[in-house]
């Protein structure tokens, strides 16, 4: 049947029904890292958050242009017009080339995608690759009268804008009189006519490393103008979907808004989406704070904080971590602990021996009855309507432990399942743990087909003991199996064994 999709719109605050555009097509936008450092756990919601849009919206039979940048020039120190340009600073500190730091962190961040099963973009433009682009975007906002040049930088008129347009903190709900009054003294304001007014571009200093050829001088441009001028080539303008983490709403997320009407009249796109933020002890998780864990040091399961103390007390998978974010929602808050990741490692271990134990299911029925039991008929359209309300993965999650309950169930022989309903089970859980939460099995390597058959000698041998009578033998294979690590659990079709 088809599906109703409703998405939350941050710009009006409410659930929407999806209307694409262009029918059967999907324009996404996606801002991508500042490749300055590794990747860490704030990085991977983003990419898990929206992978999963991107999965769904093509389950459903979209065609989708999936872009998300790569921001390599432009985002200086502190989001403020001030500071140096990080990636600038990075190869300075490093005595690189600021494109060998942005290469190196690029390749970094995309082997962290792919271990997390994150579907590589349809586009990945990146920032200095658009200079032309950047530059013809604030001509045309220069052409409009809403931005002004001041020493060889240009700025967004923030209150030229309003007095013309009345839509500026539209989407964060902020008011000029509020930025007046919280707006830092920064180095640079001066030659901005109001602390508000934000940079299309800068003016470069003697030592800045990066720099291009502008009308108005050799400089870089502004880190919002990146998203705007990529988003209007390569998806047009407007397109569908703009998505980002929470802390871009203000001020890049509504510095695009303002640029793109400023130069086109209209808004960039139908619908914005953002994710929450990942927090340690209720602080927002962060490069610039310093308080953030690699995601290759929670796959090593190694990190200190700043006074030695080890943050990590096991190595965690990357399904475990992908596990442990699409149990909340996207747009709630998830605070790290030991304790919430072993939860999720748990509860995706639990999900993988259902599935396992599932193909290890004989229909109890035949082929008598080809029916399915109350217990399943509706659980694929309940993890569709969890999908269709906002991309409710913890709801969608909630539905395969059910259908994990009933795998056991039958199992155990406390249910009789027929041929459908084994097959409806498994098509529920190639559908939406693994198409479309894009979880998979970290189980399948060769090592592990090795030791799956050498527990199956282990559990022959034991099975001979115990038709021997021999259950010395029996419970001493089990016991130092449980010793191992290693649970045995009998039933009506022999053992079965899981970790």
Same mark, same amino acid.
């Given at each position: 049947?088809?599906?109703?999709?409703?998405?939350? +719109?941050?710009?009006?605050?409410?659930?929407?029904?999806?209307?694409?555009?262009?029918? @059967?097509?999907?324009?996404?936008?996606?801002?991508?890292?500042?490749?300055?450092?590794?990747?860490?756990?704030?990085?991977?919601?983003?990419?898990?958050?929206?992978?999963?849009?991107?999965?769904? =919206?093509?389950?459903?039979?979209?065609?989708?242009?999936?872009?998300? +940048?790569? !921001?390599?020039?432009?985002?200086?120190?502190?989001?403020?017009?001030?500071?140096?340009?990080?990636?600038?600073? *990075?190869?300075?500190?490093?005595?690189?080339?600021?494109?060998?730091?942005?290469?190196?962190?690029?390749?970094?961040?995309?082997?962290?995608?792919?271990?997390?099963?994150?579907?590589?973009?349809?586009?990945?433009?990146?920032?200095?690759?658009? %200079?032309?682009?950047?530059?013809?975007?604030?001509?045309?906002? =220069?052409?409009?009268?809403?931005?002004?040049?001041?020493?060889?930088?240009?700025?967004?008129?923030?209150?030229?804008?309003?007095?013309?347009?009345?839509?500026?903190?539209?989407?964060?709900?902020?008011?000029? &009189?509020?930025?007046?009054?919280?707006?830092?003294?920064?180095?640079?304001?001066?030659?901005?006519?109001?602390?508000?007014?934000?940079?299309?571009?800068?003016?470069?200093?003697?030592?800045?490393?990066?720099?291009?050829?502008?009308?108005?001088?050799?400089?870089?441009?502004?880190?919002?103008? &990146?998203?705007?001028?990529?988003?209007?080539?390569?998806?047009?303008?407007?397109?569908?979907?703009?998505?980002?983490?929470?802390?871009?709403?203000? $001020?890049?997320?509504?510095?695009?808004?303002?640029?793109?009407?400023?130069? !086109?009249?209209?808004? $960039?796109?139908?619908?914005?989406?953002?994710?929450?933020?990942?927090?340690?002890?209720?602080?927002?998780?962060?490069?610039? =704070? @310093?308080?953030?864990?690699?995601?290759?040091?929670?796959?090593?399961?190694?990190?200190?904080?700043?006074?030695?103390?080890?943050? =990590? &007390?096991?190595?965690?998978?990357?399904? !475990?971590?992908?596990?442990?974010?699409?149990?909340?929602?996207?747009?709630?808050?998830?605070?790290?602990?030991?304790?919430?990741?072993?939860?999720?490692?748990?509860?995706?271990?639990?999900?993988?021996?259902?599935?396992?134990?599932?193909?290890?299911?004989?229909?109890?029925?035949?082929?008598?009855?080809?029916?399915?039991?109350?217990?399943?008929?509706?659980?694929?359209?309940?993890?569709?309507?969890?999908?269709?309300?906002?991309?409710?993965?913890? %709801?969608?999650?909630?539905?395969?432990? &059910?259908?994990?309950?009933?795998?056991? @169930?039958?199992?155990?022989?406390?249910?009789?399942?027929?041929?459908?309903?084994?097959?409806?089970?498994?098509?529920?859980?190639?559908?939406?743990?693994?198409?479309?939460?894009?979880?998979?099995?970290?189980?399948?390597?060769?090592?592990?087909?090795?030791?799956?058959?050498?527990?199956?000698?282990?559990?022959?041998?034991?099975?001979?003991? *115990?038709?021997?009578?021999?259950?010395?033998?029996?419970?001493?294979?089990?016991?130092?199996?449980?010793?191992?690590?290693?649970?045995?659990?009998?039933?009506?079709?022999?053992?079965?064994?899981?970790?």
């Amino acid at each position: 049947m088809e599906q109703q999709l409703l998405i939350y +719109n941050t710009l009006t605050r409410n659930k929407e029904l999806f209307r694409p555009i262009t029918e @059967g097509r999907v324009g996404m936008y996606v801002c991508g890292p500042t490749v300055y450092g590794d990747g860490h756990l704030g990085h991977a919601r983003p990419a898990i958050t929206f992978d999963v849009v991107y999965r769904y =919206l093509s389950h459903l039979g979209y065609k989708v242009r999936y872009v998300r +940048n790569i !921001t390599d020039v432009g985002h200086l120190e502190h989001d403020a017009d001030e500071g140096e340009d990080k990636i600038a600073k *990075k190869a300075r500190l490093e005595q690189l080339e600021p494109m060998e730091v942005a290469q190196y962190y690029t390749n970094r961040y995309h082997a962290a995608m792919e271990k997390l099963n994150v579907l590589p973009p349809s586009i990945e433009p990146h920032a200095s690759g658009h %200079i032309m682009e950047q530059i013809a975007l604030v001509q045309s906002i =220069l052409d409009a009268g809403l931005a002004y040049v001041s020493n060889g930088s240009v700025y967004f008129d923030v209150r030229k804008y309003q007095e013309v347009t009345h839509k500026y903190g539209q989407l964060s709900g902020r008011v000029i &009189e509020e930025m007046l009054a919280t707006t830092r003294d920064l180095d640079g304001q001066d030659e901005k006519r109001f602390p508000g007014d934000f940079a299309l571009w800068k003016k470069a200093s003697p030592e800045h490393i990066m720099r291009w050829p502008s009308p108005w001088s050799d400089g870089f441009p502004g880190w919002h103008a &990146e998203c705007t001028a990529m988003g209007a080539k390569y998806l047009g303008s407007p397109f569908d979907i703009h998505g980002g983490g929470m802390d871009l709403v203000f $001020p890049h997320h509504e510095s695009e808004i303002a640029q793109c009407v400023a130069s !086109t009249g209209h808004a $960039p796109c139908r619908y914005w989406m953002h994710n929450n933020m990942i927090t340690i002890n209720g602080q927002k998780m962060g490069k610039s =704070l @310093g308080n953030f864990i690699t995601l290759d040091e929670f796959f090593a399961g190694s990190h200190k904080d700043k006074d030695g103390k080890e943050m =990590l &007390e096991q190595a965690y998978s990357p399904m !475990t971590i992908r596990f442990f974010i699409l149990q909340a929602h996207y747009r709630s808050t998830v605070d790290f602990s030991n304790e919430a990741l072993q939860a999720a490692e748990k509860g995706y271990s639990k999900l993988m021996e259902a599935y396992k134990a599932l193909g290890r299911l004989k229909s109890e029925v035949g082929g008598q009855k080809s029916d399915l039991i109350p217990q399943t008929s509706d659980l694929r359209q309940k993890c569709y309507n969890a999908m269709n309300d906002d991309f409710s993965t913890p %709801i969608v999650i909630s539905h395969l432990f &059910e259908a994990a309950r009933i795998i056991n @169930g039958a199992a155990d022989g406390k249910l009789q399942l027929s041929q459908a309903d084994i097959d409806e089970l498994r098509g529920i859980f190639d559908t939406f743990l693994f198409d479309i939460l894009g979880m998979r099995d970290e189980a399948s390597s060769d090592n592990t087909a090795l030791i799956d058959g050498l527990m199956h000698i282990i559990l022959d041998i034991r099975a001979t003991a *115990k038709a021997n009578k021999d259950w010395a033998t029996s419970d001493k294979i089990r016991d130092a199996l449980k010793e191992a690590g290693v649970t045995v659990k009998d039933g009506k079709d022999g053992a079965t064994y899981s970790f």
